[in-house]
């Protein structure tokens, strides 16, 4: 039996509540009554306890939530690795879920994709790994049927190590969910921390190693996916079709499309603004006063298949099982890049930077050779404090393009100035560093991803629907 059979026949007889959850939604429906101080558990949360607390919490006060794992007890694991995502907790609590159960093996190593949360554009891999080692690293590779790499996709990952449940998250642009994809993953084994040789303080981290400074993988493990067209058929299409004003610049609102596990505002660009769009500040809101905010996990936005530095498309958790008449796009801020300004100028020798973000200096640079290690300092209440401020490539003065091998970038701040690589970071400022390999040049050129970020006064409001 595989395990979408025995999911089907789980729910069946599961109809009735297990004894051991006797009352259980009945309990969580009266803590909420009484718990009206839990209505801001919503910020995210920075770890793995956290995450269990979160669902602790969010079992105990939200009853759809409740039933729902009481009803189906093998779910429990994945509900607690959606908690902290409204869309897709929402489509947990709605059975909106494709249980899987393939296992590969190699190398004392194993691999379960255990569920799919699937629609027309987006695809969500739970999946778990376990080891000789006590974690893991995973490095996954999608493909299409031909056995080429997908392209047209923007793909996250990350997750709980150990034993807990990791997610893989999958944005399709203009093209729909196929009917199957093939999942290759490359599992590497972590190095563990002992009490010999602790962790290394922040700020003085070594350079993270790239894919292909890896090695070996442990194991590299394939899985086939099909989907059930019963899910990725779903999604509706909102003509929009006006223009609005954000921050004196013109932008279309082409549509709203509107999935089971995310929600995407469609923009165009008027040629004649002075600044790309980068990033929205924004929600969604019903006729009954519900917001569905911005993807605060996950992916938020996605650029321009053109080429151009303009983000068109901007996402927002979903409105999808609320079944609202009327919804409103409200906007309250807006990122940045000005145009003429996409790259901050750094004189190598001098120590002097021109075209930083409003939010950024340089802190310093230290030179080894051919090779400069450049350090910022990026200030930590502002709107953009914990977004990186550069791409990955820079250009030297005959124009040549180089990539960013390895970064490192830490939204953490203190109230009083400190020293990191031997450079002052100011209080109240987190910091990134970086080096510029095989540079002999006395400046070079930083690839920017914004420049600034206006706060709006009033909100603009888009009627949906």
Known sequence: ???????????????????ALEGTAERAEARYRRARWGRGLGAPLGSAAAACLAFVLLVNLSVPFARACGKLPVLRDLAAAVALSPSLKAAVEHDFVQPVGQTREANGVSMTVEYLIVDQKQLNIYYTVKGEMENYEDLPRLLDEAGDELSGVAVSWGGAMDEGMRHIAVDFEERK???????????????????????????????????????????????????????????????????????????????????????????????????W??????????????????????ITATGDPEGTPFYPSHRLESSYFGDAEHLTVCITGAEWLDKGGEYARIDLKNSTAEGLPENVRLAGVRRTGDDVRLVFAQRGDHPLGTTNFHLSSWRDPEGGEHDIRSSSFSTAWAEEDREIQGFTIPAGYGCCWFTLEDCPWDTAELELAYTRFAQLDEPVEVPVK
């Open 1 to 19: 039996m595989d395990r979408m059979e025995e999911y089907s026949t789980l729910c069946r007889e599961l109809e009735h509540t297990p004894s």
């Open 177 to 275: 969910m196929p009917d199957r994809l093939t999942l290759e993953c490359s599992l590497y084994p972590l190095e563990q921390e002992t009490a010999d040789a602790p962790a290394a303080p922040v700020g003085e981290a070594e350079d993270p190693e790239f894919p292909e400074e890896r090695g070996t993988p442990a194991a590299v493990l394939t899985f086939e996916l099909r989907f059930d067209p019963q899910f990725t058929t779903q999604g509706q299409v909102v003509e929009v079709g006006r223009w609005m004003e954000v921050d004196g610049q013109r932008l279309y609102v082409d549509r709203v499309e509107i999935y089971p596990t995310h929600v995407r505002l469609q923009l165009q660009d008027d040629p004649e603004n002075t600044a």
């Open 277 to 298: 769009l980068k990033g929205l500040d924004f929600y969604l809101e019903d006729e009954n006063g519900t917001r569905y905010e911005k993807i605060s996990n996950g």
